[in-house]
C-alpha cells in the first residue's frame, strides 16, 4: 500500500535484514536454525530508533510464519492498559494454554509462545514484580521479550531472569547506506549532502531519519532535488546565524536587547530546547571565553534543560540562561 | 453576531494571509498519497487552528465544517468517571484530552484507540483514513504521550493524527520523532497591521494606518488579540481617530497597578495587600505563569540595571518550582518577597553610599 510509512514499508523483514546489531542477530539466527526452543528471555535496550522492536518481530515471524504469528505473539505496549491486573489476568491466561509445535502446513515450529512488552519502562513497579513469577512458571509455555529504553527503570529482579542486549546507536556508515538505500527505492535524487545532514540531525535514530527523509520528499515534491538546508528545516534545527545573532545580542550587555532577542525567539516558534542545545555546541568552540566562564554557562545549561523537561516556563528559562552568558560574555 | 477573529477567518489554504510558503506546502502534503502525522508548534494566536483548519477542508471539502458537540464518558480504574467533550465532524475529530487532567492516559488509551480502530466505512469515495485532532499536546502527562507511540504507529492505516501545542519542549521525543514537524511563527508586527486594515475594509469601516499600527504593536503579536482589541476600539469609538485609547485588558492594567505596589512601598502590611490582589487574579483564572510573566515584565521596566539579571533567576527558579509545586499562590509570594528584599537591601545600600 503506497500509503504506507516508509518506516513500516522499509522495517526488517527478517533477523538478516537487522544492520549494525551484531551479536543478538547471531543469536537469534542460531535460535531460528536449530529450532530446539532454546529460546532465552530477552530483554533488548538501547536508544529509540536503533531497532528492538524490529528485531523481535522479524524474529517471531521467522520462528512461527506470518499465519501463527496472531495467535503466538501478544504484544503489549503503553498505549494499553498494563497495570498489575492485565499482567495477573490477560498474560497469565494467555500464558497458560500450551501450544503444538507443529503448523498448520505440517513444517514444525517452537512449541512456545512469545510475549512481547514494549516500552516495559513505563510500566509501574507493582506490574513488574507481578511479572516475576509468572515469567518462571510458565517457562515451559511462553517467553518474554521486554523492550526499553531505559534499563534502570527495570527491576532487579526481572534483569537477572533474562538474557540483556544493549542496542547501540547505529554508526553513521550504516544509517547513510540504508538512507541511499531507500531514497533509492522511492526514486528520490539527494546528494551525500543531505545525506550527512540527515544523520547528523538524527542522533544515531534510524525511525527519525527516515520520518525526516520522508517528510523532505513530500513537502519538496516539486524541485526535485532534496537539499541539506530542506532538512534542517524539516528537522526543527535553527541556522547558524540565528545562533550567531543570540550570541551577539548576549556580547552587547544589553539588558534590554537580550529580553526583546527572547521575545522574538519565543513568538517565531523555535523549541527552547533546541535553541539551548544548539547554543551548547556553538559556544563549546568558543575562544572568547575561557573555561572557567565556560564551566559556569554549562552548568546552567544543564539545570535549564531539566527545568524545560520539569514544565518550566521556556521564556523565563530562557532569558535567565541569556542573561547568565551576557554576564560571562562581558 | 459573531466576533471579527471568527468572522474572518480563513476557510482555505489558498486565502491565508501570511506564510504563503508554508500553505503551498500544506496543499502539496495533502494531495499527496500518503498524508503523515503532523506536529503543528507556535505561539498563541499565531494561527496553528486556522491552518489545521484549512488543510482538513483541503482534504475532504466542506463537509468539516458541519460541527457537532459530542460527549462522552469514560470510567477510571478507581471506577470515577470523566466526561469529556469532542468536536466532531463526519471526517475528524477534536479532542483536547488534558481536560482529563491526570486522566487523560485513559482517554488517550480507550478514545484514541476506538476511533484509530475503526475503518472508513466507503473508502472509494472519501480518503481511506480519518484525522484526529489533538489539542495541547504539551499539558498531555508524560504516560499519555508514552501511550500515544505505538497507537501513532499501529493504526497508520485508518487515522491521521495532528498534534497541536505551543512549544515542543514538553512533547516527548519518542513522538516528535513519528511527526512532520510544523513550525508557525506568529506574524509581525507590519502583519498585523496588514490583516487589521483588510478586515476593517471587508467590514465596510475605514482605519487609519496609524492606528492599525499601534494596535499591532500591542497585541504582542497575537492575531486574535489584535482582533479584539481592534473590535473593541470600533465599538468604543468610531470613525477611528489616530490618538484613540485602545483598552487593554483589565488584568493587564490591574497587574502593573500591582508592580507599581510592589517597589513602592516593601512592608509586612504591603505584602497582605498584594496577596490580596494575587489571589485576586488567580480567582479570575489568569494562569499563574502569565502571572509571573507579566509581573516580571512590570517589575524589570521599574528596577535598576544591576539588579535585573538576579531577579529573572528567581523568577525563572520561582516558577520552575510552581510546575512541580501545588499551591501556586506560595511561589507568586515568594517572589514577590524575594524581590522585596532585593530591592530593599539595594535601596539602603545606595542611600547608605550617598551619605
Known sequence: ?330 | MSLWCDKHRPKTLNTLDYHKEQADQLKKLVHSEDFPHLLVYGPNGAGKKTRIMCSLKELYGPGVEKLRIERQQFETPSKKTIEMTTLASNYHIEINASDAGIYDRIVIQEMIKTIAQTNQLDAQTQKSFKVIVLTEVDKLTKDAQHALRRTMEKYMNSCRLILCCNSTSRVIPAVRSRCLSLRVPAPTADQIAMILKQTCKTEGLNLPQELANKIALKSNRNLRRALLMCETAYVAHYPFTNDQEISEPDWELFLRETARQIVQQQSVDRIVQIRDRLYELLCHCIPADIIFKGLLKELLTICDGQLKPQIVEIAADMEHKMNLGDKQIFYLEAFVVKFMSIYKKHLEFSLAGCI
Open chain 1, 1 to 330: 500500500m503506497s500509503t504506507l510509512p516508509w518506516i513500516e514499508k522499509y522495517r526488517p523483514k527478517t533477523v538478516d535484514d537487522i544492520s549494525y546489531q551484531d551479536e543478538i542477530v547471531a543469536v537469534l539466527k542460531k535460535i531460528i536454525s536449530n529450532d530446539t526452543g532454546e529460546f532465552p528471555n530477552f530483554l533488548f535496550y538501547g536508544p529509540p530508533g536503533t531497532g528492538k522492536t524490529s528485531t523481535i518481530l522479524a524474529a517471531a515471524r521467522e520462528l512461527f510464519g506470518p499465519e501463527l504469528m496472531k495467535s503466538r505473539v501478544l504484544e503489549l505496549n503503553s498505549s494499553d492498559e498494563r497495570g498489575i491486573n492485565v499482567i495477573r489476568e490477560k498474560v497469565k491466561t494467555f500464558a497458560q494454554f500450551t501450544p503444538s509445535g507443529h503448523r498448520s502446513d505440517g513444517k514444525s515450529c517452537p512449541p512456545f509462545k512469545i510475549v512481547i512488552l514494549d516500552e516495559a519502562d513505563s510500566m509501574t513497579s507493582s506490574a513488574q514484580a507481578a511479572l516475576r513469577r509468572t515469567m518462571e512458571k510458565e517457562s515451559k509455555t511462553t517467553r518474554f521479550c521486554l523492550i526499553c529504553n531505559y534499563i534502570s527503570r527495570i527491576i532487579e529482579p526481572i534483569t537477572s531472569r533474562c538474557s540483556k542486549f544493549r542496542f547501540k546507536p547505529l554508526s553513521k556508515d550504516i544509517l547513510i547506506q540504508r538512507l541511499s538505500f531507500i531514497a533509492e527505492k522511492e526514486n528520490i535524487a539527494c546528494d551525500r549532502d543531505t545525506l550527512v545532514t540527515l544523520v547528523n540531525c538524527s542522533e544515531g535514530d534510524l525511525r527519525k531519519a527516515i520520518t525526516y527523509l520522508q517528510c523532505a520528499s513530500r513537502l519538496k515534491l516539486e524541485s526535485g532535488c532534496i537539499k541539506s538546508s530542506d532538512v534542517l528545516e524539516i528537522a526543527g534545527i535553527l541556522k547558524d546565524d540565528v545562533i550567531e545573532k543570540i550570541l551577539d545580542t548576549c556580547s552587547t550587555g544589553s539588558f534590554e536587547k537580550v529580553e526583546q532577542c527572547v521575545q522574538n525567539l519565543i513568538f517565531d516558534g523555535f523549541s527552547c530546547n533546541q535553541i539551548v542545545t544548539q547554543l551548547h555546541d556553538v559556544l563549546i568552540e568558543r575562544h572568547d571565553l575561557n573555561d572557567a566562564k565556560k564551566a559556569i554557562i554549562f552548568e546552567k545549561i544543564a539545570c535549564v534543560d531539566n527545568d524545560l523537561i520539569e514544565g518550566a516556563d521556556e521564556y523565563l528559562q530562557l532569558l535567565d540562561l541569556l542573561v547568565l552568558i551576557m554576564k560571562q560574555m562581558k
